[in-house]
């Protein structure tokens, strides 16, 4: 299941990437981006653990870039609001019609969890 999950963010992940290379020289922007792919990320953790890595590593050299973890956090921020906002026009849409489905798919969620937890 992580190589799907996974397969889906390198799609976000390659062009952004890119793009946040070419913005090395714009640290503010090139923080956005990484927020942005930070979000994306399958694993919170593991984007949070980057940034902070990044973000450590420099404050170790200079003074702690407040700018720049703001704007990463901000990109977050812009990634989660957007999901959001997805989810909220497409579920108004949809929440009549699964009203009657719910008591069905909560079932169904409750085998599927004890074998992913097992796998």
Known sequence: MYDVFNS?????????IQLMYGFEHIPLLAALIIGILAAAAPCQFTGNVGAITLYGNRSIQKAIPWSEVIFFQLGKVVVFSGLGLLVWILG???????????????????????????Y
């Open 8 to 16: 889906i963010s390198r799609l976000l992940y390659d062009p952004l």
């Open 92 to 118: 108004s849409e949809f929440q009549q019609e699964l009203i009657g489905y719910l008591p069905w798919i909560r079932k169904i969620l409750g085998p599927i969890f004890i074998i992913i937890g097992l």
